[in-house]
Every structure is written in C-alpha cells, then in structure tokens.
C-alpha cells in the first residue's frame, strides 16, 4: 500500500512543474491586463505545492524503508526541473523590460548569466557524481545541497510576489534592490555549495575515501 506513495508524489511533483511552467508562461510584465497578477498568484501556489511534495516523498520513504533506485534517480531529477525550470522562466522575457536606453532589466532581478551558472553547477555535481558512483564510490547528496535547494525553493516564490507588488514602482525601488541582492546571494550560495562535491571527487580520484 505505501510502497509507491513517494515515488507518486515524485512523479506528481514533475507534473506540478508543468504546471507551473504553463501558468507563469502566461504572465508578462509590461502587459496592461489586469489578470497578470492572479498568474503571478497561482504559478506561486503552484510551485509551493511542487515543493512540499519534495519534502514529503523523501520522507515518507525513509520512514516505511521503501527506498528505492526509481526514487534516487527521479527526486533530484524533478527537483533540477522545478526549480531550474523557475529560474530560468524568472530570468525570461515575461519579467524583462527594456528601457529608453535600451538596456534590458529583470524585474525578478534573476538575469540569463545567473542561471547558466546555477545549470553549470548542476551539471558538473552531477558527471562527478555518475563517474564516481559509476567506479562505486557512494556520493550522495550533503547538506550543503540540501540547504542550497531549500534555499532556492524559498526564493522563488517570494519572487513573485515581489514582482507582482512591481519593484520599479517608483515608490518601490527599494524592492527590486532587495530582489538583486537576493539573487546574487542565491549564485553565491549556489557555487559555495558546489565547493564540498569537488573536493570529495578530488579525494576520491586520490584514492581516499570521501567524506559525506
């Protein structure tokens, strides 16, 4: 009966993300259509969803022991699309807006380059990880990932409100600073996080065993 209740809300998580990607895909900034802001308001309700199923299916396999190599394989994977996937729609056109001088500004204060470095991370964590478990060496996921992933599941959704109270309102643009540091932050936190996967892949290929 429990068996495959985590592995679901894995799968459902991917499902929500579709979601997500759909509702936010019909929000534009510039756009004068009053019904802007319920997209804003339920892409975020949806993405808090998909993110508590994250939560959820880890734990209810730990606590039945029904772990599984389905589950190892899907939950980070649904986790990368979700919130890559976020970003990535954060740092889109939907949230871009040009001005008089031409320059571009992201009213989520996500930019193309901060993403390209979170997807960087994410692929190089992951070929260490498939070449070193490949050679049998356990290297599963610490802390510092945890706590990078919780972080940016945090941040999206406060985005979105944040635009949907407009940072470049003249009377806000304290917000949009808030929302630039935030951003910055999170790619800081991205690539620090990074750091503990590259040095235990370095004591692996010397032969030690790595810490976890």
């Known amino acids: 009966?429990?068996?495959?209740?985590?592995?679901?809300?894995?799968?459902?998580?991917?499902?929500?993300?579709?979601?997500?990607?759909?509702?936010?895909n019909q929000y534009r900034y510039e756009s004068l259509d009053v019904t802007q802001g319920l997209w804003l308001w339920a892409s975020a309700?949806?993405?808090?969803?998909?993110?508590?199923?994250?939560?959820?299916?880890?734990?209810?396999?730990?606590?039945?022991?029904?772990?599984?190599?389905?589950?190892?394989?899907?939950?980070?994977?649904?986790?990368?699309?979700?919130?890559?996937?976020?970003?990535?729609?954060?740092?889109g056109p939907g949230f871009a807006v040009r001005t008089e001088t031409d320059a571009i500004i992201s009213v989520s204060g996500v930019y193309p380059w901060m993403v390209a470095v979170m997807l960087a991370r994410e692929l190089l964590v992951t070929g260490v990880r498939g070449e070193l478990e490949g050679s049998g060496v356990q290297f599963g996921a610490n802390i510092f990932g945890k706590v990078k992933m919780v972080l940016q599941s945090c941040a999206v959704p406060i985005i979105l409100v944040a635009v949907w109270l407009d940072p470049l309102h003249p009377q806000r643009t304290w917000l949009h600073w808030v929302l630039l540091t935030m951003a910055y932050a999170l790619v800081a936190i991205t690539l620090i996080s990074g750091l503990p996967y590259i040095s235990q892949a370095g004591k692996a290929m010397k032969g030690e065993t790595p810490s976890t």
């Not at 985590?6 to 936010?24: C, D, K, M, Y």
């Not at 949806?46 to 396999?61: K, Q, S």
């Not at 394989?73 to 979700?82: A, N, Q, S, Y």
Request: hydrophobic fraction near 60%; aromatic fraction near 14%.
């Open 1 to 24: 009966m429990y068996r495959h209740l985590p592995n679901q809300l894995t799968l459902l998580r991917l499902l929500l993300a579709g979601v997500f990607f759909i509702t936010l």
């Open 45 to 91: 309700a949806v993405f808090i969803l998909a993110a508590l199923t994250d939560a959820l299916d880890g734990y209810l396999a730990r606590k039945w022991h029904v772990e599984s190599a389905f589950g190892r394989i899907m939950d980070p994977f649904c986790d990368k699309v979700l919130v890559l996937g976020a970003f990535i729609y954060l740092a």
